[in-house]
């Protein structure tokens, strides 16, 4: 099992990249975290942030509000990433703010949010994402946009 999963996608909206995903599980603690950006436009994003969700054997995590999950399908070729949750939608701008600090307070409006998505490589190193992701009843899909994948 990795201790971190980290990607983001190369397309930018505004300042930020479009999507970002950052999983952390440090062996020697009790918790582990995972920073979700979604860039809906130039002005504003949804974030799901937690740095003390209950650690566990898998990618799987259960916790207030989240359940997320992380599969690694076939070994260097496809890795499958799902998540419900309530996120905040926030300007860009706040997001940029709270990503500076260590302990920031992070201020929006919570929403239902989510994401069904394969991250696929046929060679090992250019990757693409593809699925749907949910922000409150609407359905965004994404098919074959590159990413930066990393793995710990």
């Given amino acids: 099992m990795f201790d971190s ?20 599980s440090n062996p020697s603690s009790t918790f582990r975290s995972l920073l979700v950006v979604f860039a809906e436009d130039e002005h504003d994003c949804i ?17 207030d509000g989240i359940w997320a999950d992380s599969n690694c399908e076939i070994k260097n070729e496809h890795w499958s990433f799902s998540m419900e949750s309530f996120a905040l939608r926030t300007p860009i701008d706040e997001y940029l703010a709270f990503k500076q600090t260590e302990d920031g307070l992070l201020i929006g409006d919570r929403i239902p949010f ?17 699925g749907e992701i949910l922000v409150e ?16």
């Fill in 5 to 24: 999963i980290n990607f983001k996608t190369v397309a930018k909206a505004g300042i930020i990249p479009q999507f970002i995903y950052r999983y952390i």
């Fill in 47 to 63: 974030v799901f942030s937690d740095k003390e969700l209950p650690i566990g054997n898998t990618y799987e995590i259960r916790g």
């Fill in 114 to 130: 989510g994401y069904e998505l394969d991250a696929t490589t046929s060679d090992g190193e250019n990757w693409m994402l593809s």
């Fill in 137 to 152: 009843k609407n359905e965004i899909e994404i098919s074959d946009m590159p990413i930066r994948f990393e793995l710990k």
